[in-house]
C-alpha cells in the first residue's frame, strides 16, 4: 500500500466527528484488500473494526481516531485541506486533520498490511479499530454502547498512539495516568437585556461574564495544592449582537482538566460555586443553567504493559529515540475502549515534527512560536519517518501480546 498517497489523500479530505464517511469507506475497502477475516462497518455511525483472526493467542486491539476539526488550514503544503461543510445557520465550516487522526488512520492500515503478511509469525487476533468522534461526541463510548464487544473479540490489552509535535522518529508511552480528564461544558448567565444607554435598568451578562471569566481563574491558582494540577480555560464566551444593546446572556464554554479524582472533584466544585457567586452578585433574575459536553475520564497507562511496550520500542528504533513524554494535559477517550474490555490500555505518543526544526527551535528558545501543536491551522506532521514509525510502533507493540 502507497501509504504516503494514503495519508495525503486523507488530510485532504477531513470530515468532522460522526460524519466520517468518506474516510470510513477508505478504511473498509482497504481492510478488505488487505484480506482480515471481518470488516465491522457502521459501529456507532462511522466506525469500522477489521479482525484478522490467526488461531489461538491473545486479542490485541489496536485503535485509530478518525475525526478531524473545524479549522482553516494554513500550512501551506501541496495536500492541504480545502473542504468545508455547512452547519445549520448556513455558514461555511472550514475542516482541517488538524491533530493528526490521518496519521493515525494510515499507520494502523500499514499495521494491518504487516501483521496480514506475516501471519506465521505471530498468532491470536488483531482486532484493528477505527473510531469516529474522539475531538467531539466521545465515539469510543458510543461504539462500546453500540454494542462493540458483542460484535469484535474483547481485547487482552488495547493500543493505540497520538503523533505530537515532538520530533519525528521519536516514540514513548507515559507509565501511570499519562493524560488527563476532561470535563466540558456551557453555562449561560442570566441577565435582563435593555439599552446601552440605561445599563441601571438591566442586568448586564457581559460584565458577569467578565468577572466570572476572570475569578474563575483564581480557582486553580487558590484553591488547588501546588503539587497538583489542573487547567481552567474558558474556550468560547459569547454575548450580545450592538454595541448599544445589553444583552439579556452570555455564553462561556469552559474545560477543566485535572490527573485524579479528588482534584477533578474540588475544581469542578470551585467552578460551581464561582459561576453561580458570580450570578448572585450580578443580582441575576435566574440561576445560570450548565450543559455538559464531553467528559473524559483520566488516560492511564497499565504501567507493567507501558514498560514492556517502551522496552519492545527500545529494541526496535534504539533507546535514544524512545522518551517519555510524561503525563499530558490534553484527553483522550481511548480509555473507555480498555475499561470496557477490562483490558490494560498502553497509549504511546508519536513524534511528528521536523526533527532539525525541533533542534533549532529548542537551541533558539522558540519551541512555543516556531513548532505548531495539534489543534493549530499550521500543524504539519512530517509523513517520513512519521508515519514508518507509525507503524512499526503499532506492529512491534502488537506483537509484544501476538505470540
Ligand atoms: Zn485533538
Ligand atoms: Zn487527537
Redesign the pocket.
Known amino acids: 500500500m502507497d501509504l504516503e498517497a494514503l495519508y495525503r489523500d486523507l488530510h485532504s479530505h477531513p470530515e468532522l466527528a460522526f460524519t466520517e464517511h468518506r474516510t470510513a469507506g477508505i478504511v473498509a475497502e482497504r481492510l478488505t484488500d488487505l484480506g482480515v477475516d471481518e470488516v465491522h462497518t457502521g459501529i456507532a455511525t462511522t466506525g469500522v473494526v477489521g479482525v484478522l483472526r490467526n488461531g489461538d493467542g491473545p486479542t490485541v486491539l489496536l485503535r485509530a481516531d478518525m475525526d478531524a476539526?473545524p479549522v482553516r488550514e494554513q500550512t501551506g503544503l501541496p495536500w492541504a485541506s480545502t473542504q468545508t461543510v455547512t452547519d445549520e445557520a448556513g455558514n461555511a465550516i472550514p475542516l482541517m486533520h488538524?491533530?493528526?487522526?490521518d496519521i493515525h488512520i494510515t499507520c494502523l492500515l500499514g499495521a494491518v498490511e504487516s501483521l496480514a503478511a506475516s501471519r506465521s509469525d505471530w498468532a491470536g487476533t488483531l482486532v484493528a479499530l477505527f473510531q469516529p468522534a474522539?475531538?467531539h461526541g466521545g465515539g469510543a463510548q458510543v461504539m462500546v454502547d453500540d454494542d462493540l464487544y458483542e460484535k469484535v473479540p474483547v481485547p487482552d490489552v488495547v493500543l493505540g498512539q497520538?503523533v505530537l509535535p515532538l520530533p519525528a522518529g521519536m516514540v514513548g508511552a507515559h507509565p501511570g495516568p499519562a493524560m488527563a480528564a476532561v470535563d466540558t461544558m456551557e453555562v449561560t448567565l442570566h441577565g435582563r437585556g435593555g439599552h446601552g444607554s440605561q445599563p441601571h435598568t438591566t442586568v448586564d451578562p457581559v460584565v458577569m461574564a467578565a468577572a466570572t471569566v476572570m475569578r474563575l481563574q483564581t480557582v486553580v491558582a487558590r484553591e488547588i495544592a501546588p503539587h497538583d494540577t489542573a487547567v481552567v480555560t474558558v474556550g468560547t464566551l459569547h454575548a450580545g449582537t450592538k454595541n448599544n444593546i445589553i444583552a439579556a446572556e452570555a455564553t462561556l464554554g469552559i474545560s477543566v482538566r485535572s490527573f485524579n479524582e479528588e482534584v477533578r472533584q474540588r475544581v469542578l466544585e470551585g467552578v460551581d460555586r464561582v459561576i453561580e457567586a458570580e450570578s448572585q452578585a450580578s443580582g441575576a433574575p435566574q440561576a445560570p443553567d450548565r450543559e455538559w459536553g464531553e467528559r473524559y475520564p483520566v488516560t492511564v497507562n497499565e504501567p507493567e504493559a507501558a514498560e514492556r511496550v517502551n522496552a519492545a520500542f527500545a529494541a526496535e528504533f534504539g533507546a535514544d529515540n524512545v522518551f517519555d513524554p510524561g503525563a499530558l494535559s490534553?484527553s483522550e477517550d481511548v480509555g473507555n475502549l480498555a475499561t470496557a474490555a477490562g483490558a490494560p490500555l498502553v497509549y504511546w505518543m508519536l513524534g511528528g515534527a521536523d526533527p532539525e526544526a525541533v533542534r533549532r527551535a529548542v537551541e533558539a528558545g522558540t519551541v512555543d512560536t516556531d513548532i505548531p501543536t495539534?489543534?493549530s491551522p499550521y500543524f504539519a506532521p512530517l509523513p517520513q519517518p512519521t508515519i514508518d514509525t507509525g507503524v512499526r510502533a503499532l506492529v512491534v507493540a502488537a506483537r509484544e501480546w501476538l505470540a
Not at 488538524?98 to 487522526?101: F, M
Open positions: 476539526l488538524a491533530c493528526g487522526h474522539e475531538e497520538h490534553g495539534n489543534h
